[in-house]
């Protein structure tokens, strides 16, 4: 059973995924007859690296090794593929970039001709992976940061044998249903392992990886038995070094000494506007000293390929920190007129310099053809990496019978199976449990759920003590404890949400959760986004979530926050009213495995509401209250998280008066959204339209619940300075406001 471990989690994957369709030729293709192939001492036309502009200097080792790294490996490469072969695999990358492009019209060819070095060392001598089984568990991941680029990924996962990029899927590169977009989705494309394409992102999303990995290494591995080992590589270039969010995540794999991150710094000098001295000239090796990295250069990117093997062994030699290997390219490598130039960046290189490249790199072959030779070498990596995951199968098998228990724990975040009954540990409450804020709720339901979920792991944005998110049990990972889960992430909320991607897709039970103020979202949005896109089940644990706040006043009190949320989508915005909510909150986060969950949490304290219920949070809207019959009430009160109280209290008043009242919690609409007709005709009924919401933030969409005969109550402006329930007052967020609301509807 433990042998096939990492098996039945891929094979449960795997059957998830669309049928892949194609396979690739298996002849020649000659479109020049008797055409012989110059070696690349004849390349007529690109810059070379030691004329471009350089930064600095940075004093490295040159390590002449010729030899192939690559760890682990059951059936070890050569020592020294042959060079004209390695040159020749080279161009079959940029060429498969070239003509995807081309015949989508759309693209970004400038990147793979320039990276393909790279990509075809890593993928070709040093990766470690099993095309045939894109989940094996310690596989090394790889990320393009420079999503753009994603032709060099796709044309390295067609040439290793990945099922997800046959030929066909090459040539429907950017179109509609193909498994080749026109940026990284992993998703989408077994083999891809995170969402990568707005810049700086990619980069944040290896450093989770990487953390993923040293935690689990120090929290499994024995003396004798190193059953979690494998290496995140990431290609970054100018775009992402300019973006914050890549200081912000390289900032903390500095701090946190993550030895198994590798990056790749494609130092080309172009970006989008032209050459880059126009707008970023400042030394990034000396700030990358800084952060606490081990930088190497190599400047010739171009053909230097025993430099680029030498850099790797450096940076593997190099066990407490993070290395970049800046790597001096010439974008568009190749090509006669466009190559160096910001024109071969962002479309295709146009028919005549297509054919212009081909003849200045020497390529005779038709678009898309492999030729014989590159197929057969490439084609060992499927034996290969077969070979790799049964020889690490075979390894946890012998974990497993000497440590019975670490194993069962490992197996279950790596297959993200959690143990019968994990959700009957969350606390429960009742209405004379005292009364207490969500976010004081929420730590209960965090130290509660870590001790059933041992993939659950996370922090806080420097606000720990606030946002309440300390597991009390254990301590901070930190460089000398990373075995530890307690994540401290500094004032660093973009770059926390973009880590927190990573964990979350590292494997199926790593269930990573981060914090800061509700209003703070603003500065980590575009990771948020992200998490809904590549389906990475994160758990935003967002505090301080309206003006009950108080006196930071309206810097700090989320209006629009609410509203945003619920319109991204495959995203799930709760919004809980007391401890059984939150608790519930908490178990629907869990149970979406391929979805966040924005969790918005009172600063003040709450009561313990008649009526609410762990399990009905799942259904996203459920009644609290009714005193009607028939389904049929005089009107109905809507409330959410601290509000759903006031609505609760309103309710009491319009019944004293004779009023059918029914209090509905709408804790999610998302949820809500997906229940049957049938269910949410027995919540709110059509016929019914007297409703009245309340809700501290922005009315934007609630027409849609309380129809055009309801009242909406919230904020539609800016909060103020002031103790809570002076603005409560003040805007009219009251018990009073509804029953008025109410009255006058019905």
């Known amino acids: 059973m433990a042998a096939s471990s990492s098996l039945t989690l891929s094979q449960a994957i795997l059957a998830r995924t669309t049928t892949h369709h194609g396979s690739n030729p298996t002849s020649d293709r000659l479109s020049l007859s008797n055409f012989s192939l110059p070696t690349f001492s004849g390349l007529k036309s690109s810059s070379p690296s030691s004329s471009l502009p350089s930064r600095s200097t940075i004093s490295r080792r040159l390590l002449n090794s010729r030899h192939a790294i690559r760890a682990s490996a059951v059936v070890e490469t050569l020592d020294?593929?042959?060079?004209?072969?390695?040159?020749?695999?080279?161009?079959?990358?940029?060429?498969?970039?070239?003509?995807?492009?081309?015949?989508?019209?759309?693209?970004?060819?400038?990147?793979?001709?320039?990276?393909?070095?790279?990509?075809?060392?890593?993928?070709?001598?040093?990766?470690?992976?099993?095309?045939?089984?894109?989940?094996?568990?310690?596989?090394?991941?790889?990320?393009?940061?420079a999503g753009h680029g994603?032709?060099?990924?796709?044309?390295?996962?067609?040439?290793?044998?990945?099922?997800?990029?046959?030929?066909?899927?090459?040539?429907?590169?950017?179109?509609?249903?193909?498994?080749?977009?026109?940026?990284?989705?992993?998703?989408?494309?077994?083999?891809?392992?995170?969402?990568?394409?707005?810049?700086?992102?990619?980069?944040?999303?290896?450093?989770?990886?990487?953390?993923?990995?040293?935690?689990?290494?120090?929290?499994?591995?024995?003396?004798?038995?190193?059953?979690?080992?494998?290496?995140?590589?990431?290609?970054?270039?100018?775009?992402?070094?300019?973006?914050?969010?890549?200081?912000?995540?390289?900032?903390?794999?500095?701090?946190?000494?993550?030895?198994?991150?590798?990056?790749?710094?494609?130092?080309?000098?172009?970006?989008?506007?032209?050459?880059?001295?126009?707008?970023?000239?400042?030394?990034?090796?000396?700030?990358?000293?800084?952060?606490?990295?081990?930088?190497?250069?190599?400047?010739?990117?171009?053909?230097?390929?025993?430099?680029?093997?030498?850099?790797?062994?450096?940076?593997?030699?190099?066990?407490?920190k993070p290395t970049l290997i800046k790597v001096t390219t010439t974008i568009g490598f190749g090509s006669p007129n466009k190559a160096n130039s910001y024109s071969s960046h962002g479309s295709a290189l146009g028919a005549k310099e297509v054919d212009a490249t081909r003849k200045n790199l020497g390529w005779p072959y038709e678009a898309f053809h492999v030729p014989e030779d590159v197929k057969k070498h490439w084609s060992r990596h499927i034996p290969d990496g077969t070979a790799l995951e049964a020889e690490w199968n075979a390894k946890f098998a012998e974990y497993e019978k000497k440590y019975k228990e670490e194993a069962a724990e490992l197996k279950s975040i790596i297959n993200g199976e959690f143990l019968a009954g994990w959700d009957k540990a969350l606390p429960t409450y009742t209405p004379e449990s005292p009364a207490d804020a969500t976010r004081n709720l929420s730590q209960q339901?965090?130290?509660?759920?870590?001790?059933?979920?041992?993939?659950?792991?996370?922090?806080?944005?420097?606000?720990?003590?606030?946002n309440m998110t300390l597991l009390k049990m254990f301590g901070d990972f930190q460089k000398q404890t990373p075995e530890e889960r307690n994540v401290r992430f500094g004032v660093r909320e973009h770059g926390m949400g973009a880590i927190c991607n990573g964990i979350a897709l590292h494997c199926p039970g790593l269930i990573p959760y981060c914090a800061t103020f509700f209003v703070f979202t603003d500065y980590m949005r575009a990771a948020m986004r992200i998490s809904a896109l590549c389906e990475a089940r994160v758990i935003y644990v967002m505090t301080h979530d309206s003006i009950g706040l108080g006196e930071d006043g309206p810097t700090h009190q989320p209006i629009e926050h609410i509203a945003s949320f619920r319109a991204m989508p495959n995203i799930l915005m709760l919004r809980p009213a007391d401890g059984n909510e939150t608790a519930g909150a908490y178990r629907v986060a869990v149970l979406n495995r391929k979805r966040p969950s924005v969790l918005a949490l009172s600063r003040q304290k709450l009561a313990h509401l008649p009526g609410t219920s762990i399990e009905a949070v799942?259904?996203?809207?459920?009644?609290?209250?009714?005193?009607?019959?028939?389904?049929?009430?005089?009107?109905?009160?809507?409330?959410?998280g601290s509000e759903l109280e006031i609505a609760a209290k309103a309710a009491d008043e319009l019944r004293k008066e004779g009023k059918a009242v029914r209090v509905v919690s709408?804790?999610?609409?998302?949820?809500?959204?997906?229940?049957?007709?049938?269910?949410?005709?027995?919540?709110?009924?059509?016929?019914?339209?007297?409703?009245?919401?309340?809700?501290?933030?922005?009315?934007?969409?609630?027409?849609?619940?309380?129809?055009?005969?309801?009242?909406?109550?919230?904020?539609?402006?800016?909060?103020?300075?002031?103790?809570?329930?002076?603005?409560?007052?003040?805007?009219?967020?009251?018990?009073?406001?509804?029953?008025?609301?109410?009255?006058?509807?019905?």
């Open 666 to 746: 709408l804790v999610s609409w998302e949820l809500y959204d997906e229940q049957s007709d049938a269910y949410k005709e027995s919540v709110l009924p059509e016929a019914v339209s007297a409703r009245v919401s309340i809700e501290a933030g922005s009315t934007f969409g609630w027409a849609k619940i309380v129809g055009s005969k309801g009242k909406a109550i919230g904020i539609d402006r800016f909060g103020a300075s002031a103790p809570a329930g002076k603005i409560y007052k003040e805007f009219g967020i009251t018990a009073e406001a509804v029953i008025a609301a109410a009255k006058a509807i019905c």
């Open 80 to 145: 020294k593929t042959e060079t004209s072969l390695v040159e020749k695999s080279i161009n079959t990358i940029r060429f498969l970039a070239i003509d995807a492009v081309e015949k989508a019209n759309s693209g970004h060819p400038g990147l793979p001709m320039g990276c393909a070095p790279m990509g075809h060392i890593l993928y070709d001598e040093i990766m470690k992976y099993n095309p045939k089984n894109p989940y094996w568990f310690n596989r090394d991941r790889f990320v393009l940061s």
């Open 618 to 640: 799942e259904k996203g809207g459920y009644i609290v209250s009714d005193n009607s019959s028939g389904n049929k009430p005089d009107v109905i009160l809507i409330g959410t």
């Open 445 to 466: 339901c965090l130290n509660a759920l870590a001790k059933v979920l041992p993939g659950l792991l996370g922090g806080s944005a420097d606000l720990a003590s606030s």
């Open 150 to 320: 994603c032709m060099l990924q796709y044309a390295l996962l067609h040439l290793a044998g990945y099922d997800s990029v046959k030929e066909e899927d090459l040539k429907s590169f950017r179109q509609w249903g193909s498994k080749t977009p026109g940026h990284p989705e992993n998703f989408e494309t077994p083999g891809i392992e995170v969402t990568t394409g707005p810049l700086g992102q990619g980069v944040a999303n290896a450093v989770g990886l990487a953390l993923a990995e040293k935690h689990l290494a120090a929290r499994f591995n024995k003396p004798d038995n190193e059953i979690v080992d494998h290496y995140t590589y990431v290609i970054l270039g100018d775009g992402c070094q300019m973006e914050g969010i890549a200081n912000e995540a390289c900032s903390l794999a500095g701090h946190w000494g993550l030895g198994k991150l590798i990056a790749f710094y494609d130092d080309n000098h172009i970006s989008i506007d032209g050459d880059t001295e126009i707008a970023f000239t400042e030394s990034v090796d000396s700030r990358f000293e800084g952060l606490g990295w081990h930088v190497i250069w190599v400047k010739n990117g171009n053909t230097g390929y025993d430099e680029i093997r030498a850099a790797i062994k450096e940076a593997k030699a190099v066990k407490d």
